[in-house]
Nanobody, 126 residues
Framework: QVQLVESGGGSVQAGGSLRLSCTAS????????MTWFRQSPGSEREGIAS????????YYTDSVKGRFTLSLDKNKNTLYLEMNSLHLEDTGMYYC???????????????????WGQGTQVTVSS
């Protein structure tokens, strides 16, 4: 089992910044991909940024590339998501998820991810 706890969400004006954290505990050695998903109201959950745990190779979707940055601290089992230049459309619930099965960490099918955090809300206002 892997437990995930997200934190760092909040309300911010457009153009502002937030840093989200996802701390893993339990059988973290099983982690292959550690990924941030976002779910906006009325929309499906979408993957936005992912890291391959062993190599620390990072992946970003086009919607956040150049604005969001991942940082993995293996000593703390924590994945950070630094979000800059926030847009109104970045509003949503942000979830951290862990995939234990091997494969491409750029694949964001939610069914591939066995463990999920409870989410942290990000609200961007004008």
């Amino acid at each position: 089992q892997v437990q995930l706890v997200e934190s760092g969400g909040g309300s911010v004006q457009a153009g502002g910044s937030l840093r989200l954290s996802c701390t893993a505990s339990g059988d973290t050695y099983r982690t292959h991909c550690m990924t941030w998903f976002r779910q906006s109201p009325g929309s499906e959950r979408e993957g936005i940024a992912s890291v391959t745990y062993r190599s620390k190779q990072e992946y970003y979707t086009d919607s956040v590339k150049g604005r969001f940055t991942l940082s993995l601290d293996k000593n703390k089992n924590t994945l950070y998501l630094e979000m800059n230049s926030l847009h109104l459309e970045d509003t949503g619930m942000y979830y951290c998820a862990v995939r234990t099965s091997l494969g491409d960490c750029t694949s964001f099918y939610t069914s591939l991810f066995r463990y999920w955090g409870q989410g942290t809300q990000v609200t961007v206002s004008s």
